[in-house]
DNA sequence: ATCCCGAGGG
DNA sequence: CCCTCTGGAT
């Protein structure tokens, strides 16, 4: 049939009433990087490779002491950010990588974060996703980020089929209204992460199972119910 | 063991 | 497409 564009055997979930639930489910849904100004949220969202975001806000305060701005991180001692950066992992590369971006933000931008997609992945460290968080949570420019649960969600809800995070986008942008992109993202990561998870997503426990055309696909978490109270946050 | 809201390079 | 960079929590 031709609503079947998922490959699923059913159509995809419609993505306003998805995000109206996901609204109601996770009121909270937020940017949960600690940042005062688009610089240290662009900073925070570098960091954030491949760690939790309670860990990069663990280290972000001091790392803000020592270096308020791109200034003083371009011209900070490796090995001194290093020590800093250690408990995040990658702490070698995420130090070189800061003040290669400290430098570009100086030399191109006169130290100011451009509020602009292309201008932000042109600087080094900077890719897609980090760029769609600082313009969304940063200036108020709705932008799509196609982290690992997001273009898992988008998958599995029939939105894209696509692996790569730049179609996945497009895809998602052609079903959801402008004006949610930013918080519809956030609330996808929270249930990416509290119920519709990379292996065994707890379906029992989802409230988009009647939407969702990969609802009971694949092996399920049986302890849905249970899973769901203990988790994080 | 496996997972964290990734980016750059081969 | 793949691989690497890295540590801490669970």
């Not at 490959?7 to 995000?19: I, N, S, Y």
């Not at 900073?43 to 701005?69: H, I, K, M, Y």
């Not at 090995?79 to 570009?104: D, I, M, N, Y």
């Not at 760029?131 to 939105?159: C, E, S, Y």
Request: glycine residues 8%.
């Amino acid at each position: 049939m031709s609503s079947d564009r998922t490959g699923l055997g059913r159509p995809p979930a419609p993505a306003v009433e998805v995000d109206d639930r996901l609204t109601e489910q996770w009121p909270d849904a937020r940017c949960e990087l600690d940042f005062t100004t688009p610089f240290e949220l662009l900073v925070a969202t570098v960091l954030s490779a491949q760690t939790t975001d309670v860990r990069v806000n663990q280290v972000t305060p001091e790392l803000f002491r020592r270096w308020p701005g791109p200034a003083g991180l371009a011209a900070a001692r490796q090995e001194e950010l290093e020590q800093v950066l250690r408990p995040l992992g990658f702490f070698r590369a995420k130090a070189t990588s800061l003040r290669g971006l400290a430098a570009a933000l100086l030399e191109e931008h006169g130290g100011d974060v451009p509020a602009d997609l292309d201008a932000l992945v042109r600087l080094p460290g900077v890719g897609r996703k980090t760029a769609n968080v600082v313009l969304g949570n940063a200036f108020g420019i709705p932008g799509i980020t196609v982290d690992t649960h997001v273009g898992r969600l988008a998958r599995r809800l029939g939105w894209s089929t696509e692996k790569d995070a730049v179609k996945a986008e497009r895809d998602i942008a052609a079903v959801l209204p402008r004006e949610r992109w930013t918080m519809a993202c956030h609330r996808l990561i929270f249930h990416g992460r509290r119920v519709c998870h990379s292996r065994k997503p707890a379906c029992g426990a989802c409230v988009l199972a009647d939407l969702c055309p990969s609802y009971g696909v694949g092996e399920t978490d049986p302890e849905a119910a249970e899973a769901l109270v203990k988790l994080p946050e």
